[in-house]
Structure formats: structure tokens, C-alpha cells
């Protein structure tokens, strides 16, 4: 019989983790939560998009909102998918390490790596897919960002 359980992802400690990688720091807030006083699971994509918004100024040094408003590039998602392995509570911080796992040709492949005092609290990924917002359509990955999401890349192998 064929086992078809799907397979969790690998959590890396925070030491584990590249030392050049980004790591954006979300204070766990009463709207984050349930009745419970634990972050509501779909909140977690709120806060990887808060963290690759980060990640595009600090890391990348691309302003997120000019890519979408000005450029009418779209950095639209075509994957979305979490491990929640503990949960987080009001009034906790939880670190979101970005990592990229594939730069494709329209579509760059990231994970999160949420940890709370450096214990691993869960594993994300998202896959990115530029388009052209006008055409609605999927591009290729403009220089300049690929450019950068590549050097990014580079610095967390060292």
C-alpha cells in the first residue's frame, strides 16, 4: 500500500540557518490571533508577504510598491504552502528567515523559516511569478530583479 502522507519539510535551526540571509522580525499581535491567543494559520502568509516586501528594500534594494505601481510588474504567487510545527502566541516575535530555494524564468521559489526564540515554529514557500499586470500575463523576471534575487543568493551560499 502506497503511503501518500505528504512529506514535511526539513526545519533548520536558527544557527542552521545562511548567515547573510534576511530575516524579517514579526511581533505576534492580537489581530494575528484566534480566540485560542494562537496566530490564525492564513495570517502566516500575511507575514511572509510583509517579509518579502522587506527583503525587496533591505536585501534587494528594489522598492516592492514602485515594481507594481510604476513598472506594472506583478509579483503575484502561483504556490502557496506552510508546516506549522508549534504554534506562536500573542505577544511572542517570530523571525522569518528568507531563503531562495529556485529562480526560474518568470518565477522565483522562497521559503520562510519561522522561528520563535530560535526554535523552528514553522516552514514556508511561496513561488513568485512575475507578470505584465496590463496583459495579465507571466514574463520573464526583469534583469534588475533577477540581477539582485541572484546575488542574494550567492551571499547566503558563503
Given at each position: 500500500m502506497n503511503d501518500t502522507r505528504p512529506v514535511r519539510a526539513q526545519a533548520l535551526s536558527a544557527a542552521d540557518l545562511p548567515a547573510a540571509a534576511f530575516t524579517a522580525r514579526q511581533p505576534i499581535r492580537f489581530e494575528h490571533c484566534d480566540t485560542a491567543g494562537i496566530v490564525f494559520f492564513a495570517r502566516y502568509f500575511?507575514?511572509?508577504?510583509?517579509?518579502?516586501?522587506?527583503?525587496?528594500?533591505?536585501?534587494?534594494?528594489?522598492?516592492?510598491?514602485?515594481?507594481?505601481?510604476?513598472?506594472?510588474i506583478g509579483l503575484g504567487y502561483v504556490r502557496?504552502?506552510?508546516?506549522?510545527?508549534?504554534?506562536?502566541?500573542?505577544?511572542?516575535?517570530?523571525?522569518?528567515?528568507?531563503?531562495?530555494?529556485?529562480?526560474?524564468?518568470s518565477s522565483i521559489g522562497l521559503a520562510f523559516h519561522g522561528h520563535r526564540d530560535g526554535a523552528p515554529a514553522?516552514?514556508?514557500?511561496?513561488?513568485?511569478?512575475?507578470?505584465?499586470?496590463?496583459?495579465?500575463?507571466?514574463?520573464?523576471?526583469?534583469?534588475?530583479?533577477?540581477d539582485a534575487v541572484d546575488s542574494y543568493q550567492r551571499r547566503c551560499a558563503t
Open positions: 500575511t507575514m511572509m508577504q510583509g517579509a518579502v516586501e522587506a527583503w525587496f528594500a533591505a536585501e534587494l534594494g528594489l522598492d516592492y510598491a514602485d515594481i507594481i505601481q510604476r513598472r506594472r502557496a504552502e506552510c508546516d506549522y510545527l508549534t504554534p506562536a502566541r500573542l505577544g511572542e516575535v517570530l523571525d522569518l528567515t528568507v531563503v531562495v530555494e529556485r529562480v526560474g524564468r514553522l516552514i514556508g514557500r511561496l513561488v513568485l511569478v512575475t507578470t505584465d499586470i496590463n496583459e495579465m500575463a507571466s514574463i520573464p523576471i526583469p534583469a534588475d530583479i533577477r
